[in-house]
C-alpha cells in the first residue's frame, strides 16, 4: 500500500476515476437475478430463456473486445470511455420501458457492448500509467467492478419493494453511469496524453499460451456468471424471499470485493502466483459442495467461500496474463484477447446451467460441473511457471 501512497495526486485522481468507472460494469447483470422472479411473474421466461439476461451480454462483451482497442486508438482514451459510459447509461435506463422479453435482451446486449469497450482499454491504461503497481491497481479496479455488482445485487430488491417496480430496480443503476460521465468529464484536463497504438488481437491467435490462459480465464469468470444469474433464484427456490436471496449475492458479492483487494496485495509479493491461484480454486469448489450438500446449514458460509475464491480469482486471471509481456501495449493486447474469448466461454454457462435446471429440475447439477470445471483449472495453474512466460509468449 506504501506504493499506492506514492502515486501523484493526478495519478491519484485517474485511479479513483477508473474506480468510479468500473462501478458501472456489472449492475445491468446483477441486479436481474434477484428480480428474476417477479419480472418472471410479468414476463414469461423459462430458466434457459432468462439466462439469455446474463450470456448474450458476456457473450457481446467477448465480440467486442475484439474491436475495443480499435475503437479506442481511433477515440483515443477519454471519448471511448465517455462513449462506454453512455452506452451503458442509455441500456440501463431502458428498462423503465420494456414490455416484452425481446427489448430486455437487447437492452442486456448494448450495455455488454458498452462494457467490453471498457475492460479492453483498462488493462491497457493501467499497465501504461501504473507501472510498478500494476497488481494493486489491476486489483483495485477489478474489486470496484464486483463492488458494483454487490451494490446492484442487493439493493435492487429494495427499490423494487419501495417503488412497487422491478423496472425501477433495473434501471436505477443508470445513475451510477451519470456519476461517472460527470466525474471522468471534470477531470478531462487531469489525463496526461499517452500513445494509445496497440499491438492487437492478431499476433495472439496462433499463440498456444495465449489460448491457455483465455480458457483460465474464461472458466474461471463461468463460475462468476452462473452464480451471479442462478445464486438467488435457488435460493428463492429453496424458500427463501427475494430479499434475502439479493442481499445474499450481496454477501457474495461482498466477499469477492474484500479477496478482490487483499488477493493481489498477497499476490505482489511474488511473481509466481500459482500457490495464490491454488487456493482460491480449492476455496470455490468448497463453496460449490456446501450450495449442494448443506444449502439450508451454514447458508452464510458457502457464498462467503465462493466470493472469496472468485473475487480472487478474476483480477489475479488477468494479473497472471499482463505478467507474460512487459510492454504495456502488447501485455494490453494479449488481455484483450484473453477476455474476448474468455467472455465467450463464459457467456454460455449461464444458458447451460439454465437448460440443466429446466431439464432436471435443479441447479445442484450446475454447481456439481462447476466444481468439476475447478478442478480442472487447478491443473492448468501448474502451468503457470513465469520463469517460462518469455518462452511462451515471444
Not at 26 to 33: D, I, L, N, T
Not at 255 to 282: F, W
Request: glycine share 8%; charged share 10%.
Amino acid at each position: 500500500m506504501e506504493n499506492i501512497r506514492a502515486l501523484s495526486r493526478p495519478a491519484h485522481w485517474l485511479m479513483f476515476g477508473i474506480v468510479i468507472v468500473a462501478l458501472n460494469l456489472r449492475p445491468s447483470m446483477a441486479a436481474v437475478g434477484p428480480l428474476l422472479s417477479a419480472i418472471r411473474g410479468d414476463i414469461p421466461l423459462s430458466f434457459s430463456l432468462a439466462s439469455l439476461l446474463t450470456m448474450l451480454p458476456v457473450v457481446a462483451m467477448g465480440l467486442a473486445m475484439f474491436f475495443g482497442l480499435a475503437i479506442s486508438r481511433r477515440l483515443g482514451e477519454h471519448r471511448t470511455i465517455v462513449l462506454s459510459l453512455l452506452i451503458i447509461g442509455v441500456a440501463t435506463v431502458s428498462r423503465l420501458f420494456l414490455d416484452s422479453v425481446a427489448e430486455l435482451i437487447l437492452s442486456a446486449v448494448l450495455a455488454g457492448i458498452g462494457i467490453a469497450l471498457i475492460q479492453a482499454l483498462m488493462p491497457v491504461l493501467i499497465k501504461s500509467r501504473f507501472r510498478d503497481n500494476v497488481a494493486l491497481c489491476m486489483g483495485l479496479y477489478v474489486t470496484s467492478i464486483m463492488g458494483g455488482a454487490a451494490i446492484a445485487a442487493s439493493f435492487a430488491p429494495l427499490v423494487m419493494a419501495h417503488t412497487g417496480s422491478w423496472r425501477v430496480g433495473l434501471a436505477i443503476w443508470s445513475l451510477l453511469a451519470v456519476l461517472a460521465l460527470l466525474f471522468w468529464c471534470a477531470q478531462r484536463s487531469r489525463l496526461p496524453a499517452q500513445d494509445a497504438k496497440s499491438s492487437g488481437n492478431a499476433s495472439f491467435f496462433s499463440s498456444a499460451r495465449a489460448w491457455l490462459l483465455a480458457a483460465f480465464f474464461g472458466l474461471g469468470t463461468a463460475s462468476y456468471t452462473c452464480v451471479l444469474a442462478w445464486l438467488a433464484p435457488y435460493y428463492v427456490e429453496k424458500g427463501w424471499s427475494e430479499q434475502q436471496a439479493g442481499l445474499l449475492l450481496g454477501l457474495l458479492t461482498a466477499m469477492e470485493v474484500l479477496s478482490g483487494l487483499v488477493t493481489p496485495v498477497i499476490a505482489n509479493r511474488s511473481r509466481d502466483r500459482r500457490l495464490v491461484l491454488m487456493v482460491l480454486l480449492a476455496l470455490i469448489m468448497a463453496g460449490f459442495c456446501g450450495l449442494i450438500l448443506a444449502t439450508q446449514h451454514l447458508a452464510l458460509l458457502w457464498p462467503c467461500l465462493l466470493g472469496l475464491g472468485i473475487g480472487g480469482l478474476f483480477p489475479m486471471s488477468l494479473i497472471v496474463s499482463l505478467d507474460h509481456l512487459d510492454d504495456p501495449r502488447r501485455a494490453g493486447g494479449l488481455t484483450a484477447f484473453v477476455q474476448g474469448i474468455g467472455y465467450l466461454i463464459a457467456g454460455f454457462s449461464p444458458l447451460i446451467a439454465g437448460m440443466i435446471r429446466d431439464q432436471l429440475g435443479s441447479f445442484e447439477w450446475a454447481w456439481w460441473s462447476l466444481t468439476g470445471v475447478m478442478a480442472l483449472m487447478l491443473l492448468m495453474v501448474l502451468r503457470f511457471n513465469p520463469r517460462h512466460y518469455a518462452r511462451h509468449i515471444h
